[in-house]
């Protein structure tokens, strides 16, 4: 894959902002090289990419958000085909999003990271946790659940995704998304550890 792509977004030169070799979280050494890059990505404008690779155990971990955070909002996606299915978007490594009607949520925890993908890249997250939490599994809701993902991947489903961003650095781009302050809904999501409004 071209590094300076993003599925189909094109990434300008990178600026460097930082550079460390820290203690790793999983082996406790000083081996984990961390750097944090500012690109200017297309739609999004500027992000913040940081990635850490620990020399001594290989822990990995990657974290995408934009560089210049809005205020705390609901983000809400009314997915009804395939034109939804392309919307590019940055989750924050402490938004929560879900996909109503399902019940299906990414719930941020202490050592969340952010990522850069499109609405169909989060069903694809979510099919692939499907397929661990199934695995060797003949239930029923399994099966109901993977059938509906498929489905929904191919823009045979209509549903809702919601991010909410406790720190405004989340972006969806398409015509059909609405932003709206944090409500009811999303506070009661937030964890108890998240020092965020």
């Given at each position: 894959?071209?590094?300076?792509?993003?599925?189909?977004?094109?990434?300008?030169?990178?600026?460097?902002?930082?550079?460390?070799?820290?203690?790793?979280?999983?082996?406790?050494?000083?081996?984990?090289?961390?750097?944090?890059?500012?690109?200017?990505?297309?739609?999004?404008?500027?992000?913040?990419?940081?990635?850490?690779?620990c020399t001594n155990c290989g822990?990995?971990?990657?974290?995408?958000?934009?560089?210049?955070?809005?205020?705390?909002?609901?983000?809400?996606?009314?997915?009804?085909?395939?034109?939804?299915?392309?919307?590019?978007?940055?989750?924050?490594?402490?938004?929560?999003?879900?996909?109503?009607?399902?019940?299906?949520?990414?719930?941020?925890?202490?050592?969340?990271?952010?990522?850069?993908?499109?609405?169909?890249?989060?069903?694809?997250?979510?099919?692939?946790?499907?397929?661990?939490?199934?695995?060797?599994?003949?239930?029923?809701?399994?099966?109901?659940?993977?059938?509906?993902?498929?489905?929904?991947?191919?823009?045979?489903?209509?549903?809702?995704?919601?991010?909410?961003?406790?720190?405004?650095?989340?972006?969806?781009?398409?015509?059909?998304?609405?932003?709206?302050?944090?409500?009811?809904?999303?506070?009661?999501?937030?964890?108890?550890?998240?020092?965020?409004?």
């Open positions: 894959m071209d590094e300076d792509k993003i599925g189909e977004v094109e990434l300008r030169e990178p600026v460097l902002l930082y550079k460390d070799v820290l203690i790793c979280p999983l082996c406790g050494e000083k081996s984990l090289e961390v750097s944090s890059y500012l690109y200017t990505v297309d739609y999004f404008g500027r992000i913040l990419i940081t990635r850490g690779i822990y990995k971990f990657r974290d995408v958000k934009l560089a210049e955070p809005t205020r705390p909002k609901k983000i809400i996606v009314y997915v009804r085909g395939e034109k939804q299915l392309r919307y590019l978007l940055v989750k924050s490594a402490y938004a929560y999003l879900a996909i109503l009607e399902k019940g299906y949520e990414m719930v941020p925890g202490p050592a969340s990271t952010g990522f850069i993908t499109t609405v169909e890249g989060v069903l694809l997250r979510f099919q692939e946790a499907l397929s661990i939490a199934c695995k060797d599994s003949v239930n029923e809701r399994c099966r109901e659940e993977e059938e509906w993902l498929k489905r929904a991947i191919d823009g045979l489903e209509r549903f809702t995704l919601v991010i909410c961003d406790y720190e405004g650095a989340s972006k969806v781009v398409g015509d059909d998304v609405e932003e709206e302050p944090l409500d009811d809904y999303c506070i009661g999501k937030k964890p108890e550890w998240l020092e965020f409004p």
